[in-house]
């Protein structure tokens, strides 16, 4: 059997995703920022800028190689330090993205003798780290932790299981629906069951929790915290910049300094980074209006998007999806709003199940902003 051209299978895999109008495509932006991450405004703010502008690089703009060679500096450790305090860790290691923090994480974790369960809708990242780790994976259904609670037991149950360690990972809010998990009910499983908990808090981190630090801090005790071997968060997000953060213990930043691969064979993120980032912390604590304003907007939006008929997900979140019919409903809805200038991309499988307008609001976004957006809609619900 001749086996076809290599680029005329490349370009029929293309087709098939263009007939399915799930074909995507780099994007400048343009037009208010109704879809990023930037979620307290930290990537424009000018004391950052000022800062950079400052930093002393001591003839080096890179960081010229990985940390345990040349790319450590003194920038990576103090603010490696600073956030360990502020969230209430022993310790965290950064590490070049947030997608690295958990690919890398449950690979250093996990293997063949390890039973991994993990939310269904979890982010890509936990879903390739659990591959690649080779462990046995479980799905329990979207934060549906009485299904949670039946895998568990069975694997107490199975003979060829139940001495198998248990590692749970989930979202604290989920990037691509905006709800949350009871984390309450998480630590009453886990003391029962004993399982190894990693906590993914990349879209709670700044917005939820005393001085945003977390979802954690809104729903867990100070005790109930340090029962929690690993969080997960990403300089990405609230605070602007680049790059991902794992907390966990002293003895845990040791072990993954040492086994985890995408540590220890990647360059290091350049110092003016961590340096960053130290002052982007410190500005996020203290930006508890900016929290409380973009989380009523979210409320407030999502509300009149449901009296308007539009269906959205459970969200409690500044993330909140529009559902479409299709993916060419999707796509169209997006070119429309884009044309009346507002930021807004669809989002299609398989990064999702269900075609949607992933509306992520942020502290800079005003409220005639919103009104704007809301009769555009009301326009599109008119004509539709």
Known sequence: MKVEPFWDSISKELLSIKNK???????????????SNDYLGLASNSTLWKLAESFDYFNRIGSTASRLVRGNSEELERFESSFADFIGAEASLVVNTGYV???????????????????RLNHASILDGIRISGAIKKYFNHLDLDHLEVLLQKAEENEKEKDKR???????????????PDLKRLLRL???????????????????????????YDQLSKEEIEQIEYRVYTLGKSLGLFGGIIATSKLGRDHLVNVMRPFIFSTSLPPLI????????????KMDLERQTTLELASIFKKRMNEMGYKTTDSVSQIIPVLMDSEADALA??????????????????????ARLRISFNAKITSIQVEELLEIFKTI???H
């Open 190 to 216: 886990k003391k029962h069951y004993g399982f190894v908990l990693v906590l993914d808090e990349a879209h709670s981190f700044g917005l939820f929790g005393k001085n945003g630090r977390g979802l954690v």
């Open 21 to 35: 109008n799930r074909f995507r495509e780099t994007k400048t932006y343009k037009g208010i920022d109704f879809c």
């Open 166 to 180: 248990k590692i749970v990972v989930t979202e604290t809010v989920f990037s691509m629906d905006g709800d949350i």
């Open 101 to 119: 923090a958990n690919a890398g994480l449950i690979d250093a974790i996990g293997n063949p003798q390890t039973i991994i369960f993990s939310d």
């Open 274 to 285: 961590p340096h960053l980032a130290f002052y982007a912390l410190d500005l996020l604590s």
């Open 333 to 354: 809805t997006a070119e429309i709003l884009q044309a009346k200038g507002f930021d807004i991309r669809a989002i299609r499988p398989p990064t999702v199940e269900t």
């Open 381 to 383: 619900k008119e004509n």
